[in-house]
């Protein structure tokens, strides 16, 4: 009867390390899920670009987004069209976009969430204001999240 019991204890034993070995596994997957770029508490969400509105405004699945610390031109102002053409070229429509919204900014602007947008790894506000045809919106440095990045240049 002993050895019965010794064996039921031991069954138990390596049963609750395996379920223990699957929650690390599945908690890892978990915050893997988040990504690398994502930082802060705010929204982190994956979808297929959908839409271009203009250079620093884009569709991702059915999210508006507005990207933190850029500005680029509007309709009918020089430049429009090539940040537009820009941000086709760097998150074409259909491809994989990571948007990390700025906890500083979780209010939106314009009915936009405001973030920071990967496609493909590249950081697309870092990428149009080393290009050129963004500028720095210096206003928000004070409360974006992502003001103590060097691409910023925020003071």
């Not at 204890?9 to 908690?27: C, D, H, N, P």
């Not at 070229?89 to 700025?102: M, R, S």
Request: glycine residues 12%.
């Amino acid at each position: 009867m002993r050895s019965r019991t010794s064996k039921k204890r031991f069954f138990f034993a390596v049963g609750l390390l395996l379920i223990l070995a699957v929650a690390i596994v599945v908690g890892v997957n978990l915050v893997a899920f988040r990504g690398p770029h994502c930082r802060g508490m705010a929204a982190c969400l994956t979808g297929g670009v959908t839409y271009i509105v203009d250079g620093d405004t884009l569709d991702v699945g059915s999210t508006r987004v507005g990207l933190a610390l850029v500005n680029t031109p509007e309709a009918g102002q020089t430049g429009y069209q090539e940040a537009k053409d820009f941000t086709a070229q760097t998150c074409p429509v259909g491809t994989q976009a990571l948007v990390d919204e700025d906890d500083g900014q979780t209010a939106g602007s314009y009915g936009r969430t405001i973030a920071v947008v990967y496609c493909g790894g590249v950081n697309l506000n870092e990428a149009l204001l080393k290009s050129g045809y963004a500028e720095l919106v210096s206003y928000y440095c004070s409360v974006s999240e992502f003001a103590d990045q060097a691409w910023t240049d925020c003071p």
